[in-house]
């Protein structure tokens, strides 16, 4: 992928989101440390609390080219380019199991689950490879642009939501 942020804005604001602070997102009980690990982002309102979140998508090169913004309850915009699979960038290619969810959230929570999975069982800081649509149900083209890498694993599991869209796209996809 030789996509570059070309505006200058977006160049800008990706940059100042990059030092935006890494916090944990209670409401899902995700620690800080899985957040971290897919450097996703926070704003805080005038009172001090989370009131956006910023979740990163890189392009083939694990090269930042864009944020997916939610701002709390649920809207959506997005800085510079969202492609490709969130989460995608801190996963080698290949091995047993990886997971595909619908939203940048309901990857972190999976990601936490199987943490903690993990970590019970005595293999701490482990888990398997767990990546997010990057429009939800609407992603065929994302899916089949990383059709290669999501064949390099065993298994891919498709954990998408239960309404007819991800249900329609859940056969669509496998």
């Not at 977006?10 to 009980?29: C, H, Q, W």
């Not at 997010?132 to 899916?143: Q, R, T």
Request: with cysteine; aromatic share 12%.
């Amino acid at each position: 992928g030789e996509e570059k942020v070309t505006d200058m804005r977006d160049f800008k604001e990706l940059n100042a989101i990059a030092e935006y602070p890494v916090r944990g997102f209670s409401t899902r009980k995700i620690r800080k440390e899985i957040a971290e690990f897919y450097e996703c982002r926070v704003s805080y309102d005038e009172e001090g609390e989370v009131d956006t979140h910023y979740y990163p998508y890189h392009n083939d090169d694990n090269k930042l080219v864009g944020y997916k913004v939610r701002q709390l309850p649920k809207k959506f915009w997005a800085v510079g380019k969202i492609q490709g699979l969130f989460g995608r960038a801190q996963f080698n290619k290949g091995g047993k199991r990886v997971v595909v969810t619908e939203g940048e959230i309901d990857c972190l929570t999976v990601a936490q689950a199987s943490h903690n999975y993990y970590t019970k069982s005595g293999k701490s800081g482990v888990f398997y490879p767990v990546v997010s649509l990057p429009k939800g149900a609407g992603s065929k083209k994302d899916i089949i642009a990383n059709r290669e890498w999501l064949r390099s694993f065993d298994e891919v599991i498709l954990c998408y939501d239960q309404d007819e869209p991800g249900r329609e796209a859940a056969k669509d996809h496998a």
